[in-house]
């Protein structure tokens, strides 16, 4: 079974800071990893997804985030926040090339504001 | 495109009593998600569907929670007897196939209050 660790449940950065969120899992073959976001009275919606080939995948409103197998790790970031960027991002993982990869593993998500 | 539609957006109701969320994923989606969001437990998968067959309701509290799909356009998911542990925001979610790597496209969610 796969598992996700966002370590940071609350980050707080200034505007036009740059930014990292963590995020590592845990799944024994080769895994579907995503960024969601969630901002308020509103359901998710994805920022970013890597399955395969270059490491650093590219999502909206400039986002990035790196996939490095070695570590286990899939940290989101941004070169420059924006006060709307203040939400919830949550990483998830589902199995590869699993039975059962429709089925995603969420974190518990990291809570990010942005001060003026 | 309307995206996933869930209503009601906020659902009260008492201990005991019956609740059912409605889930209008988007059109020409074969795969139908329920998920439960808590502050505590974070985001908890419910119950799959594809092709409204129901595939995996492996979170679904067995004896009060169920989960249909009549048909395409729409799935609901019914509690009976709810309890204040029942509390929290149901999410459904809509992709265009089952595999891994596909897009979830998430509804606003349900806030279910149970007093």
């Known amino acids: 079974a796969q598992s996700v660790t966002q370590p940071d449940a609350r980050v707080t950065v200034s505007e036009g800071a740059s930014l990292q969120l963590r995020c590592k899992y845990s799944y024994s073959g080769t895994p579907y990893l995503f960024w969601y976001v969630q901002y308020p009275r509103q359901g998710l919606q994805l920022l970013l997804k890597?399955?395969?080939?270059?490491?650093v995948v590219q999502g909206v409103n400039g986002f990035e985030a790196e996939f490095i197998k070695s570590n286990s790790s899939f940290h989101l970031r941004k070169a420059s926040v924006h006060w709307s960027d203040s939400a919830v991002y949550f990483c998830a993982v589902s199995a590869g090339s699993g039975g059962s990869n429709y089925k995603l593993t969420f974190g518990k998500g990291t809570l990010l504001t942005v001060t003026p | 495109n309307a995206g996933v539609i869930q209503t009601p957006r906020h659902k009260v109701t008492g201990k005991g009593q019956e609740a059912t969320l409605w889930c209008e994923p988007i059109?020409?989606?074969?795969?139908v998600f329920w998920y439960r969001q808590t502050i505590v437990q974070g985001l908890e998968f419910l119950t799959y569907?594809?092709?409204?067959?129901?595939?995996?309701d492996s979170g679904m509290p067995k004896e009060r929670f169920s989960a249909q799909m009549p048909n395409q356009s729409h799935s609901t998911l019914k509690i009976q007897s709810t309890q204040p542990q029942d509390s929290a925001v149901y999410l459904c979610a809509s992709s265009p196939q089952g595999a891994g790597q596909n897009t979830l496209y998430f509804g606003a969610g349900t806030r279910l209050s149970v007093l």
């Open positions: 569907f594809r092709n409204q067959a129901p595939i995996d």
């Open positions: 890597y399955y395969s080939g270059d490491p």
């Open positions: 059109s020409g989606h074969s795969a």
